[in-house]
């Protein structure tokens, strides 16, 4: 058995190829990481509910986060889930 097992490990991948296997397993779980967190973020609404928020802006609504020269009754805000 221990010849078998010494054959697999010496044929399935070669040692010098470990820190590129390192590496590479380290950027994917970075990337997943990154992408999970900008996905849950406070902007972003998994829903299906409106498809189309932008149409449910009112003329005196604001979507801005800073007005200067512009008075509007209330602001515009997305419902969170």
């Given at each position: 058995?221990?010849?078998f097992?010494k054959?697999?490990?010496?044929?399935?991948?070669?040692?010098?190829?470990?820190?590129?296997?390192a590496?590479v397993?380290?950027?994917?779980?970075?990337?997943t990481?990154?992408?999970?967190?900008l996905?849950?973020?406070?902007?972003?609404?998994w829903?299906?509910?409106?498809?189309?928020?932008?149409?449910d802006?009112?003329?005196?609504?604001?979507?801005?986060?800073?007005?200067?020269n512009?008075?509007?009754?209330?602001s515009?805000?997305?419902?969170?889930l």
């Open positions: 058995m221990s010849q097992r054959t697999f490990l010496k044929n399935w991948f070669a040692v010098e190829a470990i820190p590129i296997y590496v397993g380290m950027v994917v779980c970075g990337g990481w990154y992408l999970t967190r996905a849950r973020g406070p902007t972003v609404v829903t299906k509910e409106n498809p189309t928020p932008w149409n802006i009112k003329p005196d609504e604001t979507t801005k986060l800073l007005t200067v512009q008075s509007f009754e209330k515009w805000e997305r419902r969170k």
